[in-house]
């Protein structure tokens, strides 16, 4: 199944959305070496990573295909979407 450009940017900003959940989680709660964790944030935090760990293989598998479709280098690629990323978030 083939991306477009604007699907990848979609998932990129998702995986990074995912990633900053999971940097906000760790930071509320703190090391799990020097602070118990309940139950409830073990999950919430188990969770948040799994996501955050699924979207990224899943853009980097994107990217890979949609490279190799375009006869593109896949690190030019990340590099675009990532561009438009930060763009649209700066608009």
Request: hydrophobic share 50%; no cysteine; proline share 0%.
């Given at each position: 199944m083939g991306h477009t450009f604007e699907e990848l940017v979609e998932k990129q900003r998702a995986a990074e959305q995912a990633h900053e959940r999971v940097e906000d989680l760790s930071r509320a709660y703190g090391p799990p070496a020097e602070h118990k964790w309940s139950r409830k944030q073990t999950v919430t935090y188990e969770t948040a990573f799994r996501a955050w760990r699924d979207l990224d293989r899943?853009?980097?598998?994107?990217?890979a295909e949609f490279a190799k479709e375009q006869g593109r280098a896949r690190r030019q690629v990340e590099a675009d979407v990532r561009t438009a990323v930060a763009r649209t978030e700066s608009e």
């Open positions: 899943d853009i980097r598998s994107a990217v």
